[in-house]
């Protein structure tokens, strides 16, 4: 693994087995989801204490808990005493967490409240649920396994959370969530995500976007021309709004750059230039927290290892990516709207998750078809085009995470 | 993995890839499976000659046959032209062996009696079907299929079969079966198995065991004083009938001292203290045997590696468990009633499995959230409780094994 | 792996890894498909410019591809660009090949054709689909993927070629197809098809075939002499025609002798001698090509690693041997019939594959029962009978060409 990883030509896709080989995967889940922050899930789903969700990284199971006194906890799913699964449920809500083999019952934090039968010399104080880090910034929580999280990540947050702040995610609610295991490697599904030379095959997706979306002026071919000038004129009407309302747009890129590697911008959309709509109007009468204009385009956020967000005016969805084995990956999509929006009323669900429903399948078909042809022993490394930058700031990054992992 | 196991702290669970590792798996079934007495099946699964029935433990298959000679044999499901299997069901009756790919027929003690075109050259002599060791004890069934069986079994069937011997298996029908697979490693059944300290998991069993069941006297809390009280009465009492009837009673516990590890008592059960009902009355109105009265209690019988059994006055479990693969593991539960007792009159055979059939699919889900627990990076080897000490006496058991085997 | 082929005993089945073992399963691919020369298809299958089949063989996907200028090429089905497989169908027609992933555009030789938004310096030239080795012999497409291709293959093709030439599969259609997937390593698919020891276990085909097929004159049991003398008339018969008609039909059998082990002869059938139905009444009413005669017998055609055939004057049977894993193996099985046959007034479907549709069941029944069976622990390899001399034969073949693999 060391010298394919040495051996990596920047610019191109990487050799077959860090994508494919059963051995490779442990150690993505170690030198990557062992070792870095990752994107676990958003207060919205968790709003009552007692609330969690439980999430699977590889053979990892982690509750994150709302716990009674308004902090989140993240708990390592693993009774102490014979090492049950204490919840089996990917969300619910419970008091105490009892585990269902013996009843050792926990505290919300993870603390060992009660062990029957456990005679004069039992100590239960070192015997709580092990617990990993957690941080949550403006309604996002993020989770580190390792002992000592690298220090970048605060320093990335500071400079990304006044961008989305705004958007007000502690006031959503959840109005629909999308769980799809894609039949890939995780880093096929991430690379996925990182380009949109492929948006032929996302028709409705398409409507929101420019057609000259994600290029370069250079890039433009002949027949863009006009949606060019376009998109220049709708980016040029954006940036004078948010500067008149004080919202930050400007262009951070550094995801391989830097070890917490992000990408955030807001950009015009096409049509209404409100939300992810055939129209672009918006999908939700309510406006997120106190924002001021329907018409504030998209904010998409990019963190490396796991996961993107789209913040608009209206709502926000969130993107987590959770490797289940080398060749089978969680999708877990997450729409959300103001809380005081009415269902039936404010926004309909379905017509609300549409564009990134089918987007997201249509992606997890992409995904498949190319875990199996890089299983080819016909495969090789392709060179990666110009549009697709991103993916290869993403293997970059990767590379640079698994090489200092590996040592 | 010789290393896991020297390491091994007494009184822990072990460490996780000695549950879970496919690696682990041939080791176990050769060092356990392929070396010392397991428990098959009993004689009266096989009750007339022609009777088979086809076990599985991981890749080996085995044919349990009841000869034409009224002698069991034990023979590799294998034919010895090209390998296919010869029996392909898990019980039927037949006459001679007749392998169905190209008819090679064998008699029912393994040798071969006719291949088709062997030419002059041809010697069938040696060409029967191997054969493994096997003990027949009052109608349970052992198998060895180690070259030397190990000694120590003969001393320990001398020890109890007196104790099951009047529960006259031979003279029994089976009644119900049920094969359950556990989505689990096979140790983690057998633990389960060793204690009662989730049977609160485990209403229907629960009727049946006094609630002090498993504990010893300064275990027990204070609001169950009564019980404990009530639970001596009723042992003094069997105890009595015990020894008027001259049936043996005493606790033998060499689970971990010995090769072949037992463990047999004779307990007295709450209500009716007759069997496994509700209200402990019986549930088949014909003795076993020449059993002189229903209120016998539970003879109890552990057997190291895979086995255990409850001999009532009117009807006897037993309980095989097979190793399919490293996570997979096959219960095999069978009731058996006396064979003049009839169906519908005497016995009803929901009635009569309900309790175990629940049981056991209770402790099914309980192997397998602890299989999955024990797979988590997260997971550390937790210290058993007083009343598991025969949980860690059968990992002791175990541990010696695997290390006589591993050298 | 090497250890184990040195120690191969000739005249008995391998040793068990060699069939079971994961980690062989890549050499098989690589050394015996990877080098040699292997049927893929029929011209029949894709009749059109722009018809296509993708096989799989191991983790290899390949399109075997009608080009509009009527050559047929064999393309590895994994785009160059980021390793999408190309063609998701295992048949159909296509215009170009189009990768659904970014629209990469190839011609049906392969040749990239558009790629867009490379940039100036993108240089298609060297971009297109990785090509294999091909070759059309009287309608039969065979396919190598070394660089090099052994060179023995073009003097069998001339020896044999004479012989089913008259058949003209290139004017025939597709009349009926199955695809099967037999739980079993492809060698054991094999070895079943190299045989008719087994013919027992075959009723429908038993019909076509005399009772003493594939035995030599000393094999006969005393009550098959008469069926012997029938078939030396018969054969007798059948020769006089071949050689009034100009068609060759003596044995010619190098199985394991040279690098492209064949095997071909034509014999009497049972019954009418035409075609395999119970009577042996033909099954099309139009004769293939401008054959005279319809009591031809049948042509069969071996060729090792992974074909047979059966050439009639009726019909043709085709049958591709493509492993998928270590224990899985798809037999695909295609009829043809003259091209101007009309189906449902000069063939039923249904009639015309019914006896090997069956047979084929049967003969994956076998294999799976000897899968198991040769996984078990307890499996020896065991002597082939006389009547075998062609499954050793394929093994022995086997062994040489892995030795040459392995080095």
Known sequence: ???????????????????????????????????????????????????????????????????????????????????????????????????????????????????????????????????????????????????????????????????????????????????????????????????????DGHPELACSLFPTFGMTEEQVPEHHRDDWVRMLSAQGRLEERCERYGLPYRLIEEVASREAGVRIERIAMDGEGESFSASGHRLSQKLLGDLPDFRLGDLTLHLQPNCWFHFLSDHIVTFAVFPIDVDRTLVRTTWLVADDAVEGKDYYPDSLAHVWRETNLQDAAFVEMTHRGVSDPAYVPGRYMPSEHLVDGFLTWWTARMQEHLG
């Not at 990487?14 to 993505?28: G, K, Q, R």
């Not at 990993?132 to 000592?148: D, R, T």
């Open 1 to 199: 693994m060391r010298e394919l990883l040495a051996e990596r030509i920047p610019g191109q896709s990487l050799d077959a087995p860090l994508y494919t080989d059963p051995d490779m995967f442990p150690h993505d889940i170690e030198g990557i989801f062992g070792r870095h922050w990752f994107f676990a899930a958003t207060v919205a789903e968790i709003p009552e204490p007692g609330d969690y969700v439980t999430i699977d990284v590889g053979r990892f199971s982690l509750i994150v808990m709302h716990g009674d006194d308004e902090e989140i906890s993240v708990l390592h799913n693993v009774c102490r005493h014979r090492g049950a699964r204490v919840l089996q449920d990917a969300r619910g809500s419970t008091g105490n967490l009892v585990c269902p083999y013996h009843s050792w019952t926990y505290a919300s934090d993870g603390r060992l409240l009660h062990a029957a039968g456990g005679g004069p010399d039992f100590d239960p104080g070192c015997l709580g649920l092990r617990r990993a880090h957690c941080q949550v910034v403006s309604g996002l929580i993020f989770v580190c396994l390792a002992q000592e999280p690298p220090e970048d990540f605060d320093a990335v947050m500071e400079m990304v959370e006044p961008y989305f702040a705004p958007h007000e995610m502690t006031s959503t609610k959840v109005a629909v969530r999308q769980d799809l295991v894609e039949n890939g490697n995780w880093k096929l599904t991430m690379e996925n995500n990182r380009e949109c030379y492929h948006c």
